[in-house]
């Protein structure tokens, strides 16, 4: 750390990504939530195409994509907020609508980038934890607050609010409400049907996990016209490159592929879920495209992940204390999952307790 940093993000400060291998290394990837699929094949002639035209900048306003995706959700192109991934959607939440000593209210767990963002935009964070069930505390909408985040589905763990709960508990909150919805294709429903009755929402999407994107980095924001017009006020001055626009708009015709995705996430979710349950794993419920297990009894969380990575398999582990106790696996193709399984039966030793 330099003696020119702020003082108020002290020496730890920082999000800290899953660790990510080098390309072709044969490592076996269960730590970042990518797609099990590649993406669909009409992805990369779009790309290419679109390098012939690297000369030249952008739309500032990501079109045609921003339309596509409009007609996709049966919104106005006005209403829809394209940027370099859903964290900077959420970056320029921050941006627009959160002042110095602003107060941010956030569940707990949660998407541990959003901390990091309020401390860097020097507002106040209010962590809220989860109650029991698939509900959120009351405290969580009538803390007064400029910005509040739900991800649903939540990330570390999986757990999905039905949108017509979160429409009766938040909808007298104040301040804008960020629903972020990275995981939401895996689960049953989204809250973008929602937004005309709450003039505060903004919905995040990410094109990462379900259209398998995530190299590519393409994030929106749907809401009321007002509020994209607060987030396109912010916003850099061309957030999405020619090539992440034409890639997205053709993953994004190629409406079979996706379903081939979001059907081998589900089918492999469930499948994962049995065979850790069967080897004495507790198993969260998960709407997401992974899950958060805990090992068996007497089983460390740490060494579990020590020893799949000493096999070249990568799960996340999370050193704060209410989820340390666990590791949280994305969901493989068929043949990743029979290669982490194997690994815990016949290598890590876990499955037994052993540590």
Known sequence: MSRFRRRGLGEDFGYVPGEQPADGAQWLKLNTNESPLPPSPRVAPAVAAAAAGLRAYPDPFAEPLR??????????????????????????????????GSTVVRTWPTYSLLPVLTRMFS???????????????????????ALRFVVNPNSPTGRWITPSVLSEQLGAASGVVVIDEAYCDFAPESCIPLLPRHENWLVARTLSKSHALAGLRVGYAVGSTALIADLYSVKDSYPVDR???????????????????????????????????????KVLPSAANFIFAKPPDGASAATVAARLRENRILVRHFETPALAAGLRITVGAPGDTDRLVAALDQQVGAVSGGA
């Open 243 to 281: 090539c992440a626009i034409a890639g997205a708009i053709a993953a994004l015709d190629d409406e079979q592929h996706h379903r081939d995705i979001v059907g081998t996430v589900l089918a492999e979710r469930a499948r994962l879920a049995d065979l850790l349950t069967d080897r004495g794993w």
């Open 67 to 100: 339309s596509a995706l409009a007609r996709r959700h049966r919104a106005k192109p006005e209403q829809v907020f394209v940027a370099n991934g859903a964290d900077q959607v959420l970056d320029c939440c921050y941006r627009a609508f959160v002042d110095p």
């Open 123 to 145: 507002a106040v964070d209010v962590e809220v934890p989860f109650e029991a069930g698939a509900s959120l505390p009351s405290r969580f909408a009538t803390t007064p607050a």
